[in-house]
């Protein structure tokens, strides 16, 4: 566990139910973009097997593994280590010599084979057209899809495009089919965008007897269809979660892994001061990227109509997991978390996974401050009956009552830009927690520092549930 | 009357068991004179010799003695009859994988004692270890001495005919914990927290198989450079062959026994290797065979694609620090 820890590219942590709970750079980004959230279930398949496999023998493994995130073949060499029960029951992933490579050229024929796999096993219309692309038969599954049944119900045999809306084709039917073939459509009744394709079938020479008519959408039906104005709304607020995260995490990912790259010398011999230089714009990058989450999660909760789950939340197990999650964090400080007695829960209303992520704030914010070999003391309190609280505690430089003033402000880092690179906070860690307070009906607030000695404390307050 | 009918009925009985048992008996007998020719076959070329025996013996008696010590503690343990111990051996040999597993091992102590007697290859400190050791990253360094560490035990052992149970791949070494469980020798609370300290006591990637895996890994690219016997040594050759053909390495190991040539010509083309280095590679592992014809000439990816469509069924599955 010790040894090789520079080799140490990226880790995580699970839980009992394989969900990934914290990862840093490169590993929350693969798990981005094969789909998964954090937190959420581990999607990067390869991954999620040594994991279970872990878990269930108890077993410290290790094994290369390859993974496929969309553009590129990412290898490295994984670590799992099974946690106690006490520490959240999951595992934690250490990956070492995290290498990105091209994926090696899948002939053409091979990858349009796929693709047309995937076309098939995803539509949720498909049809079957003759050699004129005049539709013969339709098969629909999907439920916004039923107005283009009952078209062509109404009036059968018509070639097929004359039942949706082809967009952004300048020419008029008939068309060679592959000119169709992917182009975009509207389907009468659905606000989805669709992909037509069209799989020719028993060609001999250039005609083909007939063809498949797969329709794909673009976006997953959501229950209960959103009426459009709303979509508007929510499309406008979410410019960065939306529109401009997942644009920029890719050239973010590439500069940071180039810098890598070179930082790490896999190129060829550069000088020491050149492989720094490298060291502090992959530093750079990765501040960019974690300001771009911070970004995506400040739009989410600043959101008119944002809203948290109420649900029955034990404070003392929230804080069990989050010091569980930042464990290793405090290990490599020297820093020890003192938790609340587990046997006397308290129980607060709101949401688990917010709560989670305010206390993974404040104790990460607390072992970050805090001198090495310190303490860091979370305390749970019931105040007058009806409201619960839970405090972090630190032995750091403590917080004035200047500085108590404006700590929740957005982008406030209170003069810490200066201490030499250490922290890559984007300031706005405590806003977006004292938010997600507020939309729990809490609230999250600094105790003045007068009140006590030295160390910042701060307490997040709940309402509470009598059993 | 009834008396005989019962009496006919019962011999009749009697005589079916007994055929049924004969008929067993030859065919076991039918299995020997194979199986004794085959050992008899004049040594060093023959897949299965006395010496591979003797060293899965060996091996097996090791495992079964240190589970018998996890359990009854040290000093017990050596009070037990050998016959206990015997047969905890047998158990953990009707395992096929374990079976595979130790099997390549016993080849590859072989193999790296005759590289280092025939061809002079350093059986534990190659030019390429030396190297990584001197690395000017100093986890790379760190890992290769590790590595370099793990691999003088392993020769070590292989002296010894010994294997420590925790240098085994994760599933076999659950496999033996169960045997270990299973068994009636020990009693049920003494297995199961013996099982429970073992378990703690795992790191699979501090194993030799891992630490040179994640060596092979920390080459990147680079890793066909360990392509080269004389110097990587066959330690890391094995590892980097079946890394760089998805192999796993049981499999990589045993291609390079002398009946296996053309797997070994197969895969050092997968591996990537050019006409002449691999010319070379071949002369060192399989002295006296010829290259098979046209092996040069043939594609990378047709190699790679013909050694996975006759991939053998259930010969080393994917552990050992090989990857999906």
């Not at chain 1, 063809?211 to 709303?230: K, Q, R, S, W």
């Not at chain 1, 990765?286 to 649900?311: C, I, N, W, Y």
């Not at chain 2, 630490?211 to 066959?234: C, K, P, Q």
């Amino acid at each position: 566990m010790n040894r090789q820890q520079t080799l140490l590219a990226a880790q995580g942590i699970t839980d009992d139910n394989d969900r990934l709970l914290s990862a840093d750079g490169p590993l929350a980004q693969l798990q981005e973009s094969c789909g998964g959230i954090i937190p959420g279930v581990l999607a990067i398949p390869e991954l999620l097997a040594l994991v279970r496999q872990a878990r269930h023998s108890g077993l410290r493994i290790a094994r290369e593994f390859s993974a496929f995130d969309g553009e590129d073949m990412v290898s490295g060499f994984a670590r799992i280590q099974p946690l106690e029960d006490e520490d959240g029951g999951g595992c934690e992933v250490l990956v070492e010599n995290w290498h990105r490579a091209l994926k090696p050229p899948a002939s053409s024929h091979e990858q349009a084979e796929w693709q047309d796999a995937v076309d098939r096993a995803t539509c949720e219309v498909s049809a079957r057209l003759d050699a004129a692309q005049r539709v013969q038969i339709i098969s629909v599954a999907a439920a916004d899809a039923s107005e283009l049944q009952d078209l062509f119900d109404a009036s059968p045999g018509k070639v097929w495009s004359e039942y949706v809306e082809l967009q952004d084709l300048a020419h008029k039917q008939p068309l060679h089919w592959r000119l169709l073939d992917g182009c975009k459509c509207m389907i009468p009744g659905s606000h989805r965008h669709w992909r037509a394709r069209l799989i020719p079938v028993g060609v001999t020479g250039a005609n083909p007897r007939g063809f498949e008519l797969l329709l794909v959408a673009d976006e997953p039906l959501v229950a209960g269809v959103a009426p459009p104005v709303e979509v508007e709304e929510a499309a406008h607020s979410r410019l960065i979660g939306s529109a401009l995260t997942p644009v920029l995490r890719q050239p973010i990912a590439r500069i940071i892994a180039n810098a890598e790259t070179i930082r790490t010398r896999l190129a060829g011999p550069i000088k020491a001061e050149y492989s720094d230089y490298a060291g502090s714009i992959a530093a750079a990058g990765q501040h960019l990227s974690s300001m771009l989450d911070d970004l995506a999660d400040l739009e989410v909760v600043e959101a008119p109509g944002f809203k948290t789950a109420r649900d029955h939340v034990d404070l003392a197990d929230a804080a069990r997991r989050a010091a569980g999650i930042l464990g290793v964090r405090a290990r490599n400080r020297g820093i020890s978390i003192i938790l609340p007695n587990p046997d006397k829960p308290v129980i607060a209303d709101g949401e688990f996974r917010r709560v989670l992520q305010i206390l993974i704030n404040l104790i990460g914010n607390a072992i970050a401050y805090s001198p090495e070999n310190s303490t860091v003391t979370v305390v749970i309190d019931e105040i007058l009956g009806d409201l619960a609280s839970i405090s972090v505690r630190d032995e750091g430089p403590g917080v004035d009552a200047d500085q108590a003033k404006r700590i929740f402000e957005k982008f406030e880092r209170l003069g810490r830009d200066s201490d030499g690179g250490n922290d890559s906070g984007s300031g706005l860690g405590l806003y977006i927690s004292r938010k997600l307070a507020l939309a729990m009906g809490g609230d999250l607030e600094v105790v003045a520092a007068s009140d006590k000695g030295e160390g910042a404390e701060f307490r997040l307050t709940l309402a509470r549930i009598n059993d | 009357m009834a008396d005989l009918a019962l009496d006919r009925t019962e011999t009749t009985s009697v005589e079916a068991i007994l055929r049924d048992e004969l008929t067993r008996a030859n065919r076991a007998l039918s299995g020997v004179a194979p199986v004794i020719s085959h050992l008899l076959e004049s040594s060093g070329q023959t897949l299965v010799s006395d010496a591979t025996m003797a060293r899965l013996r060996g091996m097996l008696h090791d495992i079964a003695r240190q589970l018998c010590e996890a359990v009854m503690g040290v000093q017990a343990a050596q009070e037990v009859d050998p016959l206990v111990v015997d047969d905890l051996a047998d158990a953990l040999a009707s395992n096929a994988e374990l079976l595979h597993h130790l099997y390549a091992l016993a080849i590859e102590g072989q193999l790296t004692e005759r590289l280092g007697r025939q061809s002079s290859i350093d059986p534990v400190l190659s030019p390429l270890v030396q190297e990584l050791v001197a690395s000017d990253q100093p986890d790379v360094a760190e890992l290769a001495m590790a590595a370099l560490a793990a691999q003088s035990r392993f020769i070590q052992h292989q002296r010894r005919m010994s294997l420590p149970i925790g240098e085994l791949p994760a599933e076999l070494f659950l496999s033996a914990l169960q045997a270990m469980r299973k068994s009636a020798l020990f009693d049920d609370d003494e297995a199961k927290h013996a099982a429970k300290a073992l378990k703690k006591a795992y790191d699979e990637a501090n194993g030799r198989l891992a630490l040179h895996a994640r060596l092979v890994t920390s080459m990147r690219s680079g890793a066909i450079a360990a392509l080269n016997l004389e110097h990587s040594g066959f330690c890391l050759f094995a590892t980097a062959l079946a890394s760089l053909t998805g192999q796993s390495r049981e499999i990589a190991v045993v291609a390079c026994h002398e009946r296996q040539a053309a797997r070994l010509a197969l895969s050092l083309r997968a591996g990537g290797l050019a006409a002449e280095s691999l010319e070379r590679q071949f002369g060192i592992l399989q002295p006296g065979y010829l290259l098979p014809e046209g092996i040069s000439t043939l594609p990378q990816e047709r190699a790679t694609a013909l050694l996975a469509n006759c991939a053998m069924a259930g010969f080393g599955a994917d552990h050992g620090g090989q990857g999906a």
